[in-house]
DNA sequence: GTTACTGCAAACTTTTTGCACGACA
DNA sequence: TGTCGTGCAAAAAGTTTGCAGTAAC
């Protein structure tokens, strides 16, 4: 299921504000970026980004995607997912969320619940210091890899 | 507070006995290893295990240590820790726990709480696959950054 | 017209691999 | 003694940076 046309359109005009706002020119470079991670919710990496990007864009550089990913996240518009080893991944969803991921292909999901979100630290974490996110990982095999029956463990 | 020598004992033990028992060879270099990461609740990374090992068997090179970890991990002995981009994270607690992770200077600290061990998946990731771990990582800024007031941002 | 951004190339960091010698079982 | 593991060196993968030309404002 890929994001809807509206939600991305959406997201681009939001990145595309908030470049603006904090004096960052719009180049045609920055919008398509932009839009190549808000109409992607597998959570891309670089070269996956760079990849598409440059259907539209051919002479586009991939260390102009790193820089632009990496201003897009300095904004807080998109996030950097480490759920594993590898390349950095990013996610253009800001709405709180929590992730489920395959220990075997690497896939991530974006996992919505009220439970989740209810969590609250455990008041001894209160001595190590702030608390600004709590996040739920939750790892096991996908639907397709256990098909597969393989393992090849990433 | 580092690990009680006990502690770490027991720990080198089981990892020397789990790799006899898998038909790996009980090296010197592969001993100092699984002592160092038992001993060091830090998260080390693998040039900061090498830098400790290293103080006790000089000649040791860092692909040794590589290989050394990666073995471990295969084993199940050792965990992966990916909470931040840069080098990956080891963790030799195989106690079921969860992490609080400093968003300025990149600290890991163990949680253990039952509440949170108590989280079950939501039934609508049983559609995306199998659910073997679930683990909450709590992020924010540490009581030493929170003190400086500095604002570098890792 | 300025100044920031891009593309190119080179450097840097982290991790992996091939090979010959040395050490464990 | 045979085989696996180690150290060395080189390569691969992922990311960052300096510079000169180009495009946004």
Avoid: F, W
């Amino acid at each position: 299921m890929p994001v809807p046309t509206d939600e991305v359109e959406r997201r681009v005009s939001q990145l595309a504000t908030s470049l603006r706002g904090s004096g960052l020119r719009l180049t045609h470079q920055r919008l398509e970026v932009a839009r190549e991670i808000a109409a992607d919710e597998s959570h891309p990496d670089v070269e996956t980004i760079y990849r598409g990007v440059r259907k539209r864009v051919p002479t586009i550089s991939l260390d102009t995607v790193y820089r632009t990913v990496a201003a897009l996240v300095d904004l807080g518009l998109v996030g950097r997912v480490n759920e594993n080893p590898g390349p950095t991944r990013y996610d253009a969803n800001r709405e709180r969320h929590h992730h489920y991921v395959c220990t075997r292909c690497g896939l991530i999901r974006d996992v919505y619940s009220d439970t989740l979100n209810g969590i609250e630290a455990p008041e001894q974490v209160s001595g190590l210091g702030t608390v600004e996110s709590v996040r739920v990982h939750l790892r096991g095999v996908c639907k397709t890899c256990e098909r597969k029956g393989n393992d090849s463990e990433r």
